[in-house]
């Protein structure tokens, strides 16, 4: 991923991209919900195998209901952004994609590899409060 111009060698720097709830997203029935949040998991899956992505995982407690998750990708923030949009979840509509670029002090931050992925050590319902 080419360098921001004016950023000083001293930062990594990675794409963010934001899953957003659109204002109105398409009234969608609770087995397609299923079957998309599915094919959106093993979509991103594919993605930190392919080391496109170095880290990804659902919002919490956040201020704006519409944040639902984010993704640190290793790419450029255009190709991040084409990549994110072929998710299933946002092809269909239920999802939508913001993207930046985010510059950190180098070293300060690590994403070592999971044995397996992510939803196997922690199950996604024990995310909820």
Same mark, same amino acid.
């Given at each position: 991923?080419?360098?921001?111009? +004016? ?5 990594d720097? /990675?794409?963010? &991209? ?11 029935a609770?087995?397609?919900? =299923? ?13 930190? =195998?392919? +080391?496109?992505?170095? =880290?990804? +995982? ?6 704006? @209901?519409?944040l /639902? ?8 923030? @255009? !190709? *991040?952004? =084409?990549?994110?949009? @072929?998710?299933?979840?946002?092809? *269909? +509509? #239920?999802?939508? &994609? @913001?993207?930046?670029? #985010?510059?950190?002090? !180098?070293? /300060? ?5 999971y ?5 196997? &050590? &922690?199950?996604? !319902? !024990?995310?909820?409060?």
């Open positions: 991923m080419d360098r921001p111009r +004016g950023v000083p060698a001293a930062f720097v /990675r794409t963010l &991209v934001f899953l957003l709830r659109p204002e109105n997203p398409p009234d969608l609770e087995e397609t919900l =299923a079957d998309l949040q599915r094919r959106h998991l093993a979509y991103g899956a594919d993605l930190a =195998a392919r +080391g496109i992505t170095a =880290a990804n +995982g659902p919002m919490r407690q956040q201020t704006d @209901e519409r /639902r998750g984010m993704s640190v990708y290793t790419v450029g923030v @255009e !190709e *991040a952004l =084409a990549t994110a949009r @072929e998710d299933p979840m946002v092809r *269909a +509509g #239920w999802l939508t &994609v @913001e993207a930046a670029r #985010w510059c950190v002090a !180098e070293g /300060r931050i690590a994403f070592p590899q044995p397996r992925p992510v939803g196997e &050590v &922690v199950p996604f !319902e !024990e995310l909820d409060d």
